[in-house]
Structure formats: C-alpha cells, structure tokens
T-cell receptor, first 107, second 114 residues
Framework: GIQVEQSPPDLILQEGANSTLRCNFSDSVNNLQWFHQNPWGQLINLFYIPSGTKQNGRLSATTVATERYSLLYISSSQTTDSGVYFCAVGNDYKLSFGAGTTVTVRA | NAGVTQTPKFQVLKTGQSMTLQCAQDMNHNSMYWYRQDPGMGLRLIYYSASEGTTDKGEVPNGYNVSRLNKREFSLRLESAAPSQTSVYFC?????????????FGPGTRLTVT
C-alpha cells in the first residue's frame, strides 16, 4: 500500500505563532485530504487537495503531486487549533492515513 | 442534518463475545467506510462500501464482517471479539464525484475487549 509519513510528530506552539506540517507519500494519488481530530476525538475534514493550493481562514494547504508531498500551514495559531492533524492519501475509495502530527497551542 | 451517527458510543466485551456496531448517515451519500484507530497508528480502513449493494475489504478486514443494509446504514460485526480488536471505530461516508470525495466521520465507538 501507499506509505504516508507526517512530520513533525509533535509540535508545541505559543498562541499567535505560525507553523507548517508536512505529509510525504510514496506513490501517485488522486485523493489527498487533511483532517483535524480535536481533543474530544471528532474528525473534521479541513481540505480535499490532491493538487494545488487552497485556503480556508487561517489554514492553507499546498500539494505538489509530482514531488509527492503536501503542506498544511497554520497561521496565528489559537488554542482551539490543538489536536491531531492527519494527512490521508490514496486513489478513489481507499485512503491511507499517516500517523498524524499532534499540535499543542499554549495560551 | 445529523450527519454520520454511530451506536453505541462505548462498549466493553469479553473475549469471544459478538457485537454489531451501527452506522447511519443522512447526507444521501453513496459510499460508506469503517476505520479503526489505534494509538500512534493513524486510521486503518477495515471495509468499505462504494455503493448500496457492494462491499469490499480494506487494509485490515480479518475478524470483521459488514452489511450495507440500505443506502443510509452500514454495520460492522465482530463475530468473536479478541483483545487485539480493542480500538476506536469510526464510520465515515462520502459522495464521490468529479470534484471531491470528502470523508465525513461519525463520532466513533470506543471498544474494549477484555
């Protein structure tokens, strides 16, 4: 199956800081999504981004499909951004998830 | 809309017992999925149903069976629970189309097998 590596595994931020999360994958894909899992366990889709760049408020994402990586940018972080960020990649229905980046934002 | 709902929220089983996890979605999505989440391993696909009437194995199907009861409902059955099946189980749905196949997740079921 497709291998997915996320980095860094853990990130501690002061409120207001910016950060970049990375997702590397081992094969060509037509489906790439970023998710946020909040401290209560709920998984929320942030982006569907198999290629290109998208922005949603303080979050943005870029996928360079030819080089097999995606980046998630968090700007002006807030305590509500805490949780685990997952990258999921694959083709059509089968997505492989990375192990996630745990983000802690301190007030 | 309630989105994706799962029952129960929590369950404790003894080794060898059976149970069915229920999932329903009210978004008229064609595709539904069952994932399990173990600490430090992300989520792994157990089974999926691309459309009503079809089911296919995912990455870790051993020890599980599924039923796509109708377009709304997709259940996951453990016939003989084992401690290795202790996990958090998530149901998801999507409506694959030309522009996106965004996954929508339910709240999860935390299962402990003793």
């Amino acid at each position: 199956g497709i291998q997915v590596e996320q980095s860094p595994p853990d990130l501690i931020l002061q409120e207001g800081a910016n950060s970049t999360l990375r997702c590397n994958f081992s094969d060509s894909v037509n489906n790439l999504q970023w998710f946020h899992q909040n401290p209560w366990g709920q998984l929320i889709n942030l982006f569907y981004i198999p290629s290109g760049t998208k922005q949603n408020g303080r979050l943005s994402a870029t996928t360079v499909a030819t080089e097999r990586y995606s980046l998630l940018y968090i700007s002006s972080s807030q305590t509500t951004d805490s949780g685990v960020y997952f990258c999921a990649v694959g083709n059509d229905y089968k997505l492989s998830f990375g192990a996630g980046t745990t983000v802690t934002v301190r007030a | 809309n309630a989105g994706v709902t799962q029952t129960p929220k929590f369950q404790v089983l003894k080794t060898g017992q059976s149970m069915t996890l229920q999932c329903a979605q009210d978004m008229n999505h064609n595709s539904m999925y069952w994932y399990r989440q173990d600490p430090g391993m992300g989520l792994r696909l157990i089974y999926y149903s691309a459309s009503e009437g079809t089911t296919d194995k995912g990455e870790v199907p051993n020890g599980y069976n599924v039923s796509r009861l109708n377009k709304r409902e997709f259940s996951l059955r453990l016939e003989s629970a084992a401690p290795s099946q202790t996990s958090v189980y998530f149901c998801a749905s999507s409506d694959p189309g030309q522009w996106s196949t965004i996954l929508y997740f339910g709240p999860g079921t935390r299962l402990t097998v003793t």
